[in-house]
């Protein structure tokens, strides 16, 4: 139980161009959503807490304008990095946590791996 | 402000040798405490958790980590390192109510033949 995908896994891009990505969980619902960035070699920076039906609160110093976030039901939440620049390329993440809560865990999708040309 | 501090950005074992890797917290509240595995392009997969039941925790992979309170930490350990625990290791908490996970630096596991 308790899974999380993301879609795609990989996908590179022109510079300009918009791209989203799927967060899914599989097996319950979730109100609440994470999206993380990892550069390489480092940890996890949380972008923005998505929550179903209500706006993402973003964390200072994301732009709001090029990370659209959308939690359009409880089980799942799309980022969308629009007019990609290749200083967007990184790792994305994100997790969800059951409406239960159980322990405040958070289930981890298996990442998104975004390259722009 | 609340942070958490993995001591050592790589640590090398042998294998068979005793894994330890260091996570300390700053919190005046109870946490809830966890450790995460990533392996190469890979998303996080969760070793273990601390949620204020036993203060010795065992995980999967045959990790294990001990809660102390008065010394503010949450180490990682395994008796005997596999070179399939060759990995990133990150320690995270969560300090207050609104679920967010507060994340060590990471400490990457280099496991010598």
């Known amino acids: 139980g308790a899974v999380v995908s993301q879609h795609p896994s990989r996908v590179i891009c022109k510079s300009g161009t918009s791209v989203k990505i799927e967060c899914r969980s599989l097996?319950?619902?979730?109100?609440?959503m994470f999206w993380y960035r990892q550069f390489p070699k480092q940890s996890l920076m949380l972008m923005a807490t998505s929550n179903e039906g209500s706006k993402a609160t973003y964390e200072q110093g994301v732009e709001k304008d090029k990370f659209l976030i959308n939690h359009a039901s409880l089980t799942l939440s799309t980022l969308t990095v629009t007019s990609a620049h290749p200083e967007d390329s990184s790792f994305y993440i994100c997790s969800a946590l059951s409406t239960s809560g159980v322990d405040n865990e958070q289930f981890f999708g298996p990442g998104t791996r975004l390259t722009v040309l | 402000a609340q942070s958490v501090t993995q001591l050592g950005s790589h640590v090398s074992v042998s294998e068979g040798a005793l894994v330890l890797l260091r996570c300390n917290y700053s919190s005046s509240v109870p946490p809830y405490l966890f450790w995460y595995v990533q392996y190469p392009n890979q998303g996080l997969q969760l070793l273990l958790k601390y949620t204020s039941a036993a203060t010795l925790v065992k995980g999967i992979n045959g990790f294990e980590a001990e809660f102390k309170k008065s010394e503010t930490s949450f180490h990682l350990t395994k008796p005997s390192a596999h070179m399939s625990d060759a990995a990133e290791y990150f320690c995270?908490?969560?300090?207050?109510?609104?679920?967010?996970?507060?994340w060590g630096a990471g400490t990457k596991l280099i496991i010598k033949p």
């Open positions: 995270a908490v969560i300090m207050d109510s609104n679920y967010q996970l507060i």
């Open positions: 097996d319950f619902q979730a109100t609440t």
